[in-house]
Protein backbone atom coordinates (compact mmCIF):
# COMPACT_ATOMS: atom_id res chain seq x y z
CA UNK A 1 0.00 0.00 0.00
CA UNK A 2 1.10 3.50 -0.66
CA UNK A 3 1.01 6.09 2.03
CA UNK A 4 -0.33 9.36 0.62
CA UNK A 5 2.21 11.74 1.01
CA UNK A 6 3.22 15.01 -1.14
CA UNK A 7 6.36 12.90 -2.95
CA UNK A 8 4.04 10.58 -4.95
CA UNK A 9 3.43 11.13 -8.20
CA UNK A 10 1.34 14.26 -9.56
CA UNK A 11 -1.53 11.83 -10.44
CA UNK A 12 -1.79 11.26 -6.80
CA UNK A 13 -1.08 14.83 -5.27
CA UNK A 14 -4.54 15.55 -4.76
CA UNK A 15 -4.56 12.54 -1.98
CA UNK A 16 -2.19 14.87 -0.01
CA UNK A 17 -3.98 17.78 0.08
CA UNK A 18 -7.40 16.06 1.02
CA UNK A 19 -6.85 13.26 3.08
CA UNK A 20 -5.68 12.64 6.67
CA UNK A 21 -2.69 10.66 7.63
CA UNK A 22 -4.84 7.80 8.39
CA UNK A 23 -5.83 6.81 4.88
CA UNK A 24 -3.73 4.65 2.53
CA UNK A 25 -4.14 4.33 -1.61
CA UNK A 26 -4.25 0.79 -2.28
CA UNK A 27 -4.97 1.08 -5.86
CA UNK A 28 -6.48 3.40 -8.66
CA UNK A 29 -8.46 2.69 -12.26
CA UNK A 30 -8.44 5.12 -14.66
CA UNK A 31 -11.39 5.25 -16.73
CA UNK A 32 -12.32 7.43 -19.61
CA UNK A 33 -10.37 10.35 -19.51
CA UNK A 34 -11.22 11.89 -16.34
CA UNK A 35 -12.67 9.41 -13.88
CA UNK A 36 -10.75 7.97 -10.92
CA UNK A 37 -11.89 4.94 -8.90
CA UNK A 38 -10.27 4.55 -5.80
CA UNK A 39 -9.58 1.60 -2.84
CA UNK A 40 -8.76 3.45 0.39
CA UNK A 41 -8.08 2.14 4.00
CA UNK A 42 -9.18 4.35 6.61
CA UNK A 43 -9.78 3.00 10.35
CA UNK A 44 -8.79 -0.49 8.67
CA UNK A 45 -11.98 -0.73 5.87
CA UNK A 46 -12.04 0.10 2.75
CA UNK A 47 -13.29 2.85 1.35
CA UNK A 48 -14.40 3.58 -2.83
CA UNK A 49 -14.20 7.02 -4.21
CA UNK A 50 -14.36 9.05 -6.92
CA UNK A 51 -12.59 11.72 -8.15
CA UNK A 52 -13.65 13.23 -11.31
CA UNK A 53 -12.45 16.78 -12.86
CA UNK A 54 -14.54 18.94 -15.48
CA UNK A 55 -12.68 18.62 -19.07
CA UNK A 56 -13.20 21.05 -21.62
CA UNK A 57 -12.32 20.00 -24.94
CA UNK A 58 -9.26 21.48 -26.46
CA UNK A 59 -9.10 22.59 -30.30
CA UNK A 60 -7.26 19.42 -30.90
CA UNK A 61 -10.52 17.37 -29.10
CA UNK A 62 -12.99 19.32 -31.41
CA UNK A 63 -11.30 18.69 -34.78
CA UNK A 64 -10.68 15.25 -33.79
CA UNK A 65 -14.63 14.48 -32.31
CA UNK A 66 -15.95 16.50 -35.66
CA UNK A 67 -13.65 14.32 -37.80
CA UNK A 68 -15.40 10.95 -35.82
CA UNK A 69 -18.81 12.54 -36.24
CA UNK A 70 -19.03 12.86 -32.62
CA UNK A 71 -19.84 16.70 -33.12
CA UNK A 72 -21.79 17.76 -35.95
CA UNK A 73 -21.42 22.04 -36.45
CA UNK A 74 -22.90 22.70 -39.86
CA UNK A 75 -21.44 24.73 -41.70
CA UNK A 76 -18.09 25.22 -40.46
CA UNK A 77 -14.98 27.39 -41.49
CA UNK A 78 -11.62 25.99 -40.19
CA UNK A 79 -11.33 29.85 -39.17
CA UNK A 80 -13.80 29.21 -36.48
CA UNK A 81 -12.12 26.57 -34.17
CA UNK A 82 -10.51 28.67 -31.49
CA UNK A 83 -8.37 27.66 -28.55
CA UNK A 84 -11.45 25.96 -26.57
CA UNK A 85 -14.54 26.86 -28.27
CA UNK A 86 -16.21 27.24 -31.86
CA UNK A 87 -17.74 30.96 -33.58
CA UNK A 88 -21.32 30.56 -34.49
CA UNK A 89 -23.18 33.12 -36.70
CA UNK A 90 -26.66 34.74 -36.49
CA UNK A 91 -29.05 34.14 -39.03
CA UNK A 92 -31.30 36.21 -40.49
CA UNK A 93 -34.78 35.48 -39.00
CA UNK A 94 -35.85 37.34 -35.92
CA UNK A 95 -38.84 36.69 -33.75
CA UNK A 96 -39.89 40.33 -32.02
CA UNK A 97 -42.24 41.03 -29.61
CA UNK A 98 -45.86 42.03 -29.92
CA UNK A 99 -46.13 44.11 -26.80
CA UNK A 100 -48.73 45.92 -28.27
CA UNK A 101 -51.08 43.26 -28.13
CA UNK A 102 -50.57 41.58 -25.22
CA UNK A 103 -52.04 42.44 -21.67
CA UNK A 104 -49.60 39.61 -20.32
CA UNK A 105 -47.01 36.71 -20.97
CA UNK A 106 -49.08 33.73 -19.73
CA UNK A 107 -46.53 30.53 -19.03
CA UNK A 108 -49.38 27.99 -19.42
CA UNK A 109 -50.29 29.39 -22.77
CA UNK A 110 -48.85 28.55 -25.88
CA UNK A 111 -46.76 31.56 -26.94
CA UNK A 112 -46.94 31.54 -30.62
CA UNK A 113 -48.64 34.71 -31.07
CA UNK A 114 -46.62 36.44 -28.88
CA UNK A 115 -44.50 36.68 -30.92
CA UNK A 116 -43.97 38.03 -34.78
CA UNK A 117 -41.40 36.20 -37.04
CA UNK A 118 -39.07 38.39 -39.25
CA UNK A 119 -36.84 37.88 -42.26
CA UNK A 120 -34.34 40.67 -42.53
CA UNK A 121 -32.55 38.81 -45.90
CA UNK A 122 -29.21 38.51 -46.03
CA UNK A 123 -27.84 42.14 -46.28
CA UNK A 124 -30.22 43.98 -44.27
CA UNK A 125 -29.40 44.71 -40.57
CA UNK A 126 -31.64 43.90 -37.19
CA UNK A 127 -31.84 46.73 -34.68
CA UNK A 128 -31.79 45.78 -31.59
CA UNK A 129 -32.90 49.15 -29.39
CA UNK A 130 -32.01 49.74 -26.07
CA UNK A 131 -33.70 47.17 -23.17
CA UNK A 132 -35.01 45.56 -25.82
CA UNK A 133 -35.38 41.69 -26.15
CA UNK A 134 -36.26 39.15 -29.03
CA UNK A 135 -35.03 35.80 -30.16
CA UNK A 136 -32.44 35.19 -33.17
CA UNK A 137 -30.72 32.02 -34.47
CA UNK A 138 -27.35 30.70 -35.28
CA UNK A 139 -26.87 30.12 -38.67
CA UNK A 140 -24.79 26.62 -37.78
CA UNK A 141 -26.85 23.38 -36.73
CA UNK A 142 -25.22 21.82 -34.03
CA UNK A 143 -25.50 18.29 -32.83
CA UNK A 144 -23.69 16.23 -30.02
CA UNK A 145 -23.50 13.00 -28.73
CA UNK A 146 -24.86 11.78 -25.70
CA UNK A 147 -21.59 11.67 -23.74
CA UNK A 148 -20.88 15.53 -24.09
CA UNK A 149 -22.72 18.64 -23.07
CA UNK A 150 -22.27 22.05 -24.50
CA UNK A 151 -22.36 25.62 -23.40
CA UNK A 152 -22.78 28.89 -25.47
CA UNK A 153 -21.49 32.30 -24.65
CA UNK A 154 -21.36 35.85 -26.10
CA UNK A 155 -18.33 37.13 -28.39
CA UNK A 156 -16.27 39.78 -25.32
CA UNK A 157 -16.19 42.28 -28.13
CA UNK A 158 -19.67 42.26 -28.44
CA UNK A 159 -20.41 42.48 -24.86
CA UNK A 160 -18.50 45.63 -24.66
CA UNK A 161 -21.12 46.83 -26.60
CA UNK A 162 -23.52 45.78 -24.25
CA UNK A 163 -24.92 42.53 -26.35
CA UNK A 164 -26.48 39.64 -24.37
CA UNK A 165 -27.33 36.40 -26.18
CA UNK A 166 -28.78 34.50 -24.23
CA UNK A 167 -30.70 35.23 -20.43
CA UNK A 168 -30.50 31.81 -18.87
CA UNK A 169 -30.24 29.01 -21.10
CA UNK A 170 -26.99 29.03 -22.66
CA UNK A 171 -26.32 25.01 -21.53
CA UNK A 172 -26.44 22.98 -23.94
CA UNK A 173 -27.54 18.98 -23.25
CA UNK A 174 -26.40 15.74 -24.31
CA UNK A 175 -27.52 14.36 -27.04
CA UNK A 176 -29.13 17.73 -28.81
CA UNK A 177 -29.64 18.23 -32.36
CA UNK A 178 -30.89 21.59 -34.25
CA UNK A 179 -29.63 25.33 -34.19
CA UNK A 180 -29.61 26.80 -30.98
CA UNK A 181 -32.15 30.04 -30.31
CA UNK A 182 -30.46 32.83 -28.60
CA UNK A 183 -31.93 35.19 -26.50
CA UNK A 184 -30.60 38.42 -27.85
CA UNK A 185 -31.04 41.70 -25.47
CA UNK A 186 -29.16 45.15 -25.50
CA UNK A 187 -27.98 46.78 -22.34
CA UNK A 188 -26.73 49.66 -23.80
CA UNK A 189 -28.41 53.07 -24.23
CA UNK A 190 -28.32 53.55 -28.30
CA UNK A 191 -29.15 50.83 -30.74
CA UNK A 192 -27.65 48.25 -32.12
CA UNK A 193 -26.91 46.52 -35.76
CA UNK A 194 -26.84 42.90 -35.90
CA UNK A 195 -25.83 41.60 -39.77
CA UNK A 196 -26.77 38.67 -40.59
CA UNK A 197 -23.73 35.94 -40.57
CA UNK A 198 -21.46 37.84 -38.39
CA UNK A 199 -19.86 36.17 -35.09
CA UNK A 200 -22.72 36.08 -32.34
CA UNK A 201 -21.08 33.44 -30.51
CA UNK A 202 -19.00 30.15 -29.03
CA UNK A 203 -19.95 27.41 -27.93
CA UNK A 204 -17.73 24.79 -25.86
CA UNK A 205 -17.62 21.14 -24.81
CA UNK A 206 -17.45 19.24 -21.90
CA UNK A 207 -17.12 15.49 -21.16
CA UNK A 208 -19.59 13.82 -18.61
CA UNK A 209 -18.65 11.02 -16.29
CA UNK A 210 -20.74 8.41 -18.46
CA UNK A 211 -22.81 8.80 -21.34
CA UNK A 212 -26.73 9.73 -20.43
CA UNK A 213 -28.69 6.83 -19.57
CA UNK A 214 -31.72 9.29 -21.11
CA UNK A 215 -29.98 11.94 -23.67
CA UNK A 216 -32.17 15.26 -25.13
CA UNK A 217 -34.98 13.82 -26.90
CA UNK A 218 -35.06 10.73 -25.11
CA UNK A 219 -38.76 9.28 -24.53
CA UNK A 220 -40.45 10.88 -21.55
CA UNK A 221 -38.05 13.42 -20.97
CA UNK A 222 -40.50 16.34 -22.68
CA UNK A 223 -37.85 17.83 -24.69
CA UNK A 224 -39.21 20.48 -26.65
CA UNK A 225 -36.91 21.95 -29.01
CA UNK A 226 -34.82 18.70 -30.34
CA UNK A 227 -34.31 19.46 -34.84
CA UNK A 228 -35.54 23.37 -34.32
CA UNK A 229 -34.97 25.49 -36.92
CA UNK A 230 -35.04 29.06 -36.65
CA UNK A 231 -35.83 31.18 -33.59
CA UNK A 232 -38.14 29.07 -31.79
CA UNK A 233 -40.78 30.44 -29.48
CA UNK A 234 -40.98 29.07 -25.58
CA UNK A 235 -42.91 26.28 -25.02
CA UNK A 236 -42.72 25.79 -21.54
CA UNK A 237 -46.61 25.88 -21.17
CA UNK A 238 -46.17 22.06 -22.52
CA UNK A 239 -45.30 21.12 -18.88
CA UNK A 240 -48.35 22.05 -17.77
CA UNK A 241 -50.02 19.13 -19.46
CA UNK A 242 -48.34 16.44 -17.89
Given at each position: MERATRIELAFSAWEADVLPLNYARVGSIVVGFWRSTHLLVRAGRLVRTSLCITMVLSDRSIKEAIEAGRIIIDPLGPECIQPSSVDLHIDH????????????????????????????????????????????????????????????????????????????????????????????????????????????????FFEMTTPADRPYGASGLGSKYRGQRGPTPSRYYENFKK
Open positions: LFRVFRNHSQRVIDVKMPQEDLTELIDVGPDTPMILHPGEFMLGSTVERVAIPDDLVARLEGKSSLGRLGLVIHSTAGFIDAGWDGHITLELANLANLPMTLYPGMKIGQIS
